[in-house]
């Protein structure tokens, strides 16, 4: 897989990023709270949103293989 470097993101850009409402992204995340953790404020930290890629696979707009 090629090197990939996540940046800080808030909910809404996530749920942008695999095209759904902020609604159904918080379903998608939460059998995943724990492994993710606790957001900064508004925003998930790289490492949170790379430990999403890898909960939820990658957003479509990302063609990493």
Known sequence: M???IATPM???ELATAYDVSTKIMNKWLDPHRKEIGKR???LYTPKQVHK????LG???Y???K
């Open 62 to 64: 990302l063609d990493i």
């Open 40 to 42: 900064i404020g508004l």
């Open 10 to 12: 808030s909910l809404s």
């Open 2 to 4: 090629e090197e990939f």
């Open 58 to 60: 990658y957003p479509p």
């Open 52 to 55: 999403i890629y890898e909960c």
